[in-house]
Every structure is written in structure tokens, then in C-alpha cells.
């Protein structure tokens, strides 16, 4: 009968912990650091610049995308769309300019290495839908 007690002591404090903070509140602590300053002085205004930045993420991984799908066009054969080297020094590159511009490098190799693993899925996907239409000069 003890267990529980001490179970509850500990998870409900957790629980606590686990609330979504307030979006129109002060910061509780440290001093506002972006645009010199300047912001943020809420969380809902955080958030906000976290949603248009996305948006020009999500913009600019379409065009990226659409340049993956345009390389396929001058591959041999499905097996050329992994390219360890060139998969890695586009991480290695990302790194670089992280490091440069003020981010973590271990944030831009999580990222890069992420988005590469789908990029290439991705244009695996192009291979298999040009087979599928009978436009697959590699088997024939």
C-alpha cells in the first residue's frame, strides 16, 4: 500500500511540470535575446516567429525536393540515388555553416541527416513510379 503513496509523491509533481506554459505571460527568467533584444516578450510571440520561419523551411525544403526529384533524371539506376559521399559532405557542409551562423553543428547534422535519409527515400519513390509506368531505362 506504500508503493502507491510513493508513486504519486513523484508523478504528480511531474504532472506539474507537464503543463503547457501560459502563451501571453512574461518570461519567467533571462533576458530577451533575439533582434538585440527587442524580442520576445511573450511566448505566443516565440511561437509566432517559430510558425513563419517553418513556413519559409517547409518553402524552401519543397524547393529542395523538387531539385532531388530533377536529379533522378541523371542517375543510371535506382542504386545511384545513395551517394554516402556526397551525403556526407553535404552534412559536413551544413556544420560548417551552422557553426558560422550561430547553430548548434549537432542540431545541423541531426536535421541534414534526417532530411537526407528522407530525400533519398523520397527519390526512391521517383525510381519506383517511373517503373510503374513503364519508363524505367535501367531495366532494360
Excluded at 513556413?55 to 554516402?84: D, S, T
Aim: charge should be neutral.
Amino acid at each position: 500500500m506504500r508503493l502507491p503513496v510513493v508513486l504519486l509523491t513523484i508523478l504528480i509533481p511531474a504532472v506539474a511540470w507537464a503543463e503547457e506554459p501560459a502563451t501571453n505571460a512574461p518570461a519567467l527568467w533571462g533576458s530577451p535575446t533575439v533582434d538585440n533584444g527587442a524580442c520576445c516578450k511573450t511566448l505566443g510571440e516565440v511561437r509566432s516567429n517559430i510558425d513563419r520561419l517553418d513556413r519559409e523551411i517547409v518553402r524552401l525544403m519543397a524547393e529542395r525536393g523538387r531539385y532531388v526529384h530533377e536529379a533522378a533524371r541523371f542517375k543510371a539506376n535506382p542504386a545511384q540515388v545513395e551517394a554516402p559521399e556526397r551525403a556526407e559532405a553535404v552534412v559536413k557542409k551544413a556544420m560548417t555553416l551552422a557553426e558560422a551562423d550561430g547553430l548548434s553543428p549537432k542540431v545541423a547534422e541531426a536535421a541534414y541527416r534526417a532530411m537526407i535519409r528522407a530525400f533519398i527515400d523520397y527519390e526512391q519513390g521517383v525510381f519506383a513510379a517511373a517503373a510503374a509506368r513503364g519508363d524505367a531505362p535501367w531495366k532494360k
